[in-house]
Each structure stands twice: as C-alpha cells, then as structure tokens.
C-alpha cells in the first residue's frame, strides 16, 4: 500500500524559502496524481496544488502561483513543494495525498509537517 511521509518542515522566517518532500515508502506510485494540501490553524483543509504522476504536469492555485511549485522524480518515488517568499500566512501543517485515478478522492494521505513562517 502506498505509505506517503512528508518531511522538510520548520520555523523560518517571512521572505525564506522551504522545500517539503512526499515519501512513498510502499511499492511505487502508480496512481493519476500527488497532491499537496494546507491546514492553517481554525481552518479548513486547502488545496495547493497537484501533479500528474505520469505527464509530470502541474496545477496549482491561481494565488499560490510564482510562490509555489511542485514537482516530483518518479524513480525516487517523491513528490516536492518547493516555496518561496514565504509569509506568516503561509503557516499551517502540510500534507501530501495521492490519487489512483481522475475520478477518485484523493485517499493516500501523509501524516503532515509543520511550517510555521514568522514575521
């Protein structure tokens, strides 16, 4: 079963940058897409964006653009958040998800990491 642990997060402080990593520890990753999500604290659940495993093609937010990229290296079964700029209002805890097909839910969830950004 695909078992997916995020890693990278940390106190940094606004402007820095921080690059989150998505482990599949399982067999490899075969499914439609990765994505990553945000909780800030009092929040809902966020999407940030997502990558088609196979195409490596990306998709995230529209206000997330420019700050924030993903990408992944198939042959190492890992996924990446890279992010830029960073502001307070980026804190949250970040979680990375997986997929098997375009009309699934996303179903393979990580544990999450802690990005706290300071003023």
């Known amino acids: 079963q695909v078992q997916l642990v995020e890693s990278g997060g940390g106190v940094v402080q606004a402007g820095d940058s921080l690059r989150l990593s998505c482990a599949n520890s399982?067999?490899?990753?075969?499914?439609?897409?990765m994505g990553w999500f945000r909780q800030a604290p009092g929040k809902e659940r966020e999407f940030v964006g997502s990558?088609?495993?196979?195409?490596?093609?990306?998709d995230t937010v529209r206000s997330l653009k420019g700050r924030f990229t993903i990408s992944r290296v198939a042959a190492r079964n890992t996924m990446y958040l890279q992010m830029s700029s960073l502001k307070p209002e980026d804190t949250a805890v970040y979680y990375c998800?997986?997929?098997?097909?375009?009309?699934?839910?996303?179903?393979?969830w990580g544990q999450g990491t802690q990005v706290t950004v300071s003023s």
């Open positions: 990558i088609d495993w196979r195409k490596g093609v990306t």
């Open positions: 399982g067999p490899p990753f075969t499914g439609y897409a």
């Open positions: 998800a997986g997929r098997d097909s375009v009309v699934d839910a996303y179903h393979y």
